[in-house]
């Protein structure tokens, strides 16, 4: 024979144990969708390195090359050299701005989204289990508020019942 687990008591409690599941799921499936975001954050921190590691070699390369042009007479074939090498230089600056740009607007940002949309999934599962956890409270004042009546008038009976005893009228003086 095959045992399921502990039964609930109610619909109410099984219905309530499938959206603890539910949230459960939620924190997780966040978990990993913040997990996705910080790397890929970190991931931008690093392009953005990059991007001012290139930037900052033109800049050194144009300074280099403006006093090795002061200093000394350069025949043009090493101008033009240094000028290539100028170039490729701002080529991998200007790649690395738009492998920046083009990382923020679509990786980064699906991160940024699919965070949101966790964040979103989660107050969303937690909510409906409250909910529940209202209802159950609720049903439970209810059971309780009965209980005490019940007693009330199983007491009011028992007074009733001891003083019509007592106060029985006896004939004669």
């Known amino acids: 024979m095959k045992s399921y687990g502990t039964a609930s008591r109610s619909s109410l409690h099984t219905l309530l ?30 392009l ?19 006093n090795v042009g002061a200093s000394a007479d350069e025949r043009a074939s090493d101008a033009q050299a240094r000028r290539r090498f100028w170039a490729r230089l701002e080529a991998r600056a200007t790649a690395a701005v738009e492998a920046l740009e083009r990382y923020r607007k679509e990786e980064l940002a699906r991160a940024i989204d699919a965070d949101a949309a966790a964040r979103a999934a989660h107050v969303r599962a937690r909510q409906r289990r409250e909910v529940v956890e209202k209802a159950i409270a609720r049903r439970q004042a209810v059971a309780r508020r009965e209980a005490e009546r019940r007693e009330e008038a199983m007491q009011d009976d028992r007074y009733r019942g001891a003083r019509a005893r007592t106060n029985t009228p006896t004939t004669g003086k």
């Open 17 to 46: 144990d499938l959206r603890r599941a539910g949230e459960q799921d939620a924190e997780r499936a966040l978990a990993a969708a913040a997990a996705a975001r910080r790397e890929s954050e970190a991931n931008e921190a690093r």
């Open 48 to 66: 953005d390195g990059e991007r001012a590691a290139a930037r900052e070699a033109v800049a050194m390369a144009r300074r280099e090359g403006d």
